[in-house]
């Protein structure tokens, strides 16, 4: 019996009372509504879904983004929204999921390896994600995982580890997939940690809904050198608001995107700006990489975009903008290590069973030591992430940890897509075996910023 089958019985959502009021328990409970859906039946092994079409011409495609759906404007302009507690520690230096995370990791593991899996290499090829993908994560609730349950999500501490574990299990399915499921959760939960209360009564309603906007946090530009920190897109003052001028690279889903959060300079400052779709001056054009191709990557030009006042997500004085960069390249950390252990439990038992000169090659040392690198490696990453990760989600500094970690996971996580290609000789470049997929997946670790986030 599947561990989502297993969920049912016992209490509310399959949870005993006492679980249900734990943090993560709200999320199992929110992830169990995937047990009363028919999306594994009609996406799983049995059957395909449909391959949605994505123009990648050479040139690409142009568009005005689509129409925003009218987010309603309420609460009271200014005022401080809601914002989720700090995660209470355990007394002890203990990375080990908890027996309610792991249960989290499990569940989103069998939608990774029944849904994501099966679906990645033709969303790589049609770079876009399957309709029916998409909504099986929003069916186990991915969008609302790092909301405040007052405000309709599912979490009342800061979420950054379950969120870690919940990117890493994903990508172990798919990269792109993940990324593809995973961005309207960022916005969510930009909203969630510095949304004023009039921002998170306006959007955050529709990210609970049966239809969730698709949005995108845009922060990476397509300049030489790019630094996260100075953007190069401006914002400047007038009389009833902000213009924007820029171009955008690595936005995920741009061409449906209803909401997005674009970071720019204001004042000398890099500051997030709310934009929605419908905003005159906003263009999309198809941006597909080497790498990450199901998240269907787009670049949003902005030319002369007139913003209202309230605007401003977070802080004007770069605090907001620096926390977002980190909390990004956490999530992209999570997402390697999963890609990485992908890898690595694909290559293990192929260099077992696969023979040269009579024996395995596993059996060379060449080989064995490579395996057993990719190994020490990919403990490595997973170790400095989830220190990260907690010390984000218990509201402690943790610039030094995520820089370790994503200096680490940008450079082994290329290594261990490379050691892994080569591994399978000449069957690591055909893409007959996902090994190729995941090696230029992997190299998405070192030049991505914003997309993703925890």
């Known amino acids: 019996m599947s561990l989502i089958q297993s969920l049912r019985p016992g209490g509310k959502h399959g949870l005993s009372s006492k679980e249900t009021r734990d943090p993560i328990g709200y999320a199992v409970a929110a992830l169990n509504r995937l047990a009363q859906s028919d999306v594994l039946d009609r996406v799983g092994l049995r059957k395909q879904a449909e391959?949605?079409?994505?123009?990648?011409?050479?040139?690409?495609?142009?568009?005005?983004?689509?129409?925003?759906?009218?987010?309603?404007?309420?609460?009271?302009?200014?005022?401080p929204g809601a914002r989720p507690t700090p995660t209470a520690g355990r007394g002890v230096f203990d990375l080990t999921p908890t027996e309610d995370e792991q249960m989290l990791v499990d569940v989103v593991t069998e939608l990774a390896d029944e849904v994501l899996r099966p679906a990645a290499a033709e969303a790589d090829e049609a770079c876009a994600a399957p309709e029916a993908v998409l909504k099986a994560g929003l069916?186990?609730?991915?969008?609302?995982?790092?909301?405040?349950?007052?405000?309709?999500?599912?979490?009342?501490?800061?979420?950054?580890?379950?969120?870690?574990?919940?990117a890493e299990a994903l990508a172990k399915g798919d990269m792109g997939l993940a990324v593809a499921s995973l961005a309207p959760g960022a916005v969510a939960t930009a909203l969630g940690l510095w949304g004023s209360e009039s921002q998170q009564q306006t959007y955050l309603p529709a990210f609970s809904e049966a239809e969730v906007p698709a949005a995108a946090l845009a922060l990476s530009e397509p300049t030489v050198l790019f630094d996260a920190l100075e953007p190069s897109t401006t914002a400047e003052r007038t009389s009833g608001g902000y213009v924007l001028n820029g171009v955008k690279s690595a936005v995920p889903r741009g061409a449906e995107a209803e909401l997005f959060v674009?970071?720019?300079?204001?004042?000398?400052?890099?500051v997030l700006f709310l934009v929605e779709s419908g905003t005159p001056g906003l263009e999309v054009v198809a941006d597909p990489g080497m790498g990450v191709r199901a998240a269907a990557m787009t670049r949003l030009v902005l030319t002369d975009v007139t913003l209202p006042?309230?605007?401003?997500?977070?802080?004007?004085?770069?605090?907001?903008y620096a926390e977002c960069v980190r909390l990004s390249r956490l999530a992209w950390c999570a997402l390697a290590v999963g890609t990485a252990q992908a890898v690595l439990d694909y290559v293990t038992p192929y260099v077992k069973e696969r023979e040269a000169f009579g024996e395995p090659i596993a059996h060379r040392q060449s080989v064995a030591f490579m395996v057993a690198d990719i190994a020490i490696e990919l403990q490595a990453m997973r170790?400095?992430?989830?220190?990260a990760a907690s010390r984000a989600a218990a509201g402690k500094d943790f610039a030094r940890e995520v820089a370790l970690a994503r200096r680490l996971c940008a450079d082994?996580?290329?290594?261990?897509g490379l050691d892994g290609v080569q591994l399978l000789g000449g069957h690591g470049f055909v893409k007959e075996h996902p090994v190729e997929r995941w090696y230029r997946d992997l190299r998405a670790v070192g030049v991505m910023e914003g997309v993703v986030m925890v």
């Open 262 to 270: 674009v970071g720019a300079r204001l004042d000398g400052k890099p």
């Open 383 to 387: 170790l400095l992430t989830w220190k």
């Open 309 to 320: 006042e309230g605007s401003v997500l977070g802080e004007t004085d770069g605090t907001t």
């Open 51 to 79: 391959q949605a079409v994505f123009t990648t011409t050479r040139s690409g495609f142009k568009t005005v983004t689509a129409a925003s759906r009218g987010f309603a404007r309420a609460g009271r302009k200014g005022s």
């Open 139 to 166: 069916e186990v609730g991915l969008p609302i995982l790092g909301v405040p349950e007052a405000l309709g999500g599912i979490s009342e501490e800061r979420s950054a580890m379950a969120g870690a574990l919940v």
């Open 412 to 416: 082994k996580g290329m290594r261990i």
